[in-house]
């Protein structure tokens, strides 16, 4: 099993959500995050007083637990559904999971996902 981390677009996530539902993947995690990259910040005005640098952008972070079959087909539709083609188009990090356990009935099992 692996874990797909797609860290994107706040706009992107439906278009992916969708993507990875295409593709028989129906549990997904997703969490607002912040960050920065190559992307920088940008600059705003905070309650009237001067401009300030906002160096972490506003950010979607989807965590997907697969069997390894899928990963390469997951990876590919998250690519193609949430890029843009510029700068802050995000990442995708791959992880290996060594157990799935069903908090409701103690199962242990790659099976349960």
């Known amino acids: 099993m692996k874990k797909v981390e797609a860290i994107l677009r706040p706009l992107k996530f439906d278009e992916v959500k969708d993507a ?3 593709l028989g993947i ?6 607002e995050v912040k960050g920065f990259g190559r992307q ?8 009237g007083s001067d401009d ?3 160096n972490c952008l506003p950010k979607v972070k989807i965590d997907v637990v697969m069997n390894d079959d ?7 539709v998250i690519t193609k559904a949430a890029a843009t ?14 157990e799935v ?8 099992s790659s099976r349960i996902l």
């Open 26 to 31: 129906d549990g997904v995690t997703v969490t």
């Open 70 to 76: 899928l990963v390469d087909k997951a990876i590919d």
């Open 52 to 54: 300030y640098i906002v």
């Open 85 to 98: 083609g510029r700068i802050g188009d995000g990442k995708i990090f791959i992880s290996s999971v060594d």
């Open 40 to 47: 920088k910040g940008h600059t705003e005005v905070f309650q």
């Open 20 to 22: 990875l539902h295409d």
């Open 101 to 108: 356990v069903r908090i409701r009935t103690g199962e242990r």
